[in-house]
């Protein structure tokens, strides 16, 4: 991709961040709107699935994907955020789009929105969707952006199935306060007579869930109900009415990885998808999904680090997220942890360390790179304190590395938000210039 090309679609994102005075707006009204006018391109998306969820939907997708590609299935796929580049939202047959492309469907959808309010998030997602109903694929997997009852992507009749992945608190100034509130508006994507797949949740979170699906008559399928699966002697196994599998274990890292995993396999399962136990293994295999529990093994960023040191990479970025962290950290007790950490003032960083803290050795606290809405490195700082972790604020990614990579060999975590994973695996590239 070309610099002028990049330069061309980061200007018309630019642009569409002025055409509503929110960011985030949760109603359909002005989707339903754009879409009719693009001829609803939604409805020209074959066997859909849709996932909402607190946690792991993207790794979800992930899996997903890999398993459908390794039994030779062409699969779209749209996911948010972007780490880098907004293209990676939005992947067409394998391939993420390329800014020729991406540049000449946002432009077609600002024309066609001829000025009137849309959410950035309305406006591309319905590029997103005009892209797949051009060159549609075998499989169309969609993950919602914020909750699911009101969220822009929520606008097919039918799909083929729908699914929740693991329901917890977070973006709790939009979705309610609560987990029960939370749980009902990602229940919101369920469909009559679509089959309804809840990962593994809370009892508060399944009550909730179970009960908007029966009333509206979406058949569910549970965990460790209507399907059952957790990690083997040989790495994760599988079972319900019609498949029971032993598969190799998720090539992504962490406990938690497993319940993505198999969340997806019961997708597949109760989709009616055609696909071989060796595809699903394959797919097992072949996942990646950057910035979940990822081991930085050579960059600009790793080599800052002294012989020894290792460098770990995670956006989780709540309570839940740091709680699966922390199963990951507990098993890492051979070695001194550092974290580098910052987050964004709309997430509890308190809450989100408290599990951490009895395995880290401290911490060196950083504000996002370029988002507004960051916590400063003090703040991030005093946070960390107030979890148990002795913490210093640092100005730049790379001082807080090389900070925190000080004494007897280890490994620097560096967590807290997606957005910070973002600027690091952009900051770890090597340059292209040298």
Request: with cysteine.
């Amino acid at each position: 991709m070309s610099h002028d090309s990049e330069a061309a679609v980061d200007a018309i994102l630019a642009r569409l961040l002025g055409l509503h005075p929110k960011l985030i707006d949760l109603s359909l009204d002005r989707m339903q709107r754009l879409l009719k006018s693009l001829g609803e391109p939604q409805d020209a998306m074959p066997n859909i699935i849709h996932v909402a969820g607190t946690n792991g939907k993207g790794s979800t997708l992930a899996f997903l994907r890999a398993c459908l590609e390794a039994a030779g299935q062409r699969v779209n796929v749209f996911s948010k955020p972007h780490l880098i580049r907004f293209n990676e939202r939005i992947r067409i047959a394998g391939t993420l789009i390329d800014d020729a492309a991406l540049s000449a469907l946002l432009e077609e959808c600002e024309r066609v929105n001829a000025g009137q309010s849309i959410t950035y998030f309305e406006i591309t997602t319905a590029a997103a969707f005009l892209a797949f109903a051009r060159a549609p694929a075998d499989v169309t997997l969609i993950e919602t952006g914020l909750g699911g009852r009101f969220d822009a992507s929520n606008v097919f009749a039918a799909p083929r199935v729908t699914a929740i992945t693991p329901v917890s608190l977070d973006h709790q100034h939009f979705l309610g306060d609560t987990v029960a509130k939370i749980a009902f508006e990602k229940a919101g994507i369920f469909k009559p007579g679509v089959p309804a797949v809840l990962a593994p949740q809370s009892p508060e979170a399944e009550a909730v869930l179970a009960a908007r699906a029966e009333e509206i008559g979406a058949p569910l399928f549970r965990f460790s109900r209507e399907w059952r699966a957790g990690p083997s002697d040989t790495g994760l196994r599988y079972e319900s009415s019609r498949w029971r599998l032993d598969l190799p274990p998720p090539a992504l890292l962490g406990r938690h990885q497993y319940d993505n995993a198999s969340t997806a396999i019961a997708c597949l399962d109760r989709g009616g998808f055609e696909i071989s136990p060796q595809g699903l293994a394959d797919g097992m295999r072949r996942v990646e999904w950057p910035a979940r529990l990822e081991h930085l093994a050579r960059g600009a960023l790793v080599d800052l680090l002294p012989q020894g040191w290792e460098l770990w990479l995670d956006g989780g970025h709540n309570q839940a997220g740091g709680v699966a962290l922390a199963m990951t950290a507990r098993a890492w007790r051979d070695r001194p942890l550092k974290l580098v950490f910052g987050m964004l003032e709309t997430h509890d960083a308190e809450a989100f360390l408290a599990s951490l803290a009895p395995y880290v050795g401290g911490a060196v606290t950083i504000a996002v790179p370029g988002e507004p809405a960051t916590r400063s490195a003090e703040n991030a700082a005093e946070a960390a304190r107030a979890a148990g972790i002795a913490a210093e604020p640092a100005v730049s990614i790379a001082e807080a590395i090389e900070r925190a990579a000080t004494g007897t060999p280890g490994r620097v975590l560096i967590c807290g938000s997606l957005y910070l994973a973002g600027k690091v695996l952009e900051e770890n590239q090597p340059n292209p210039r040298e």
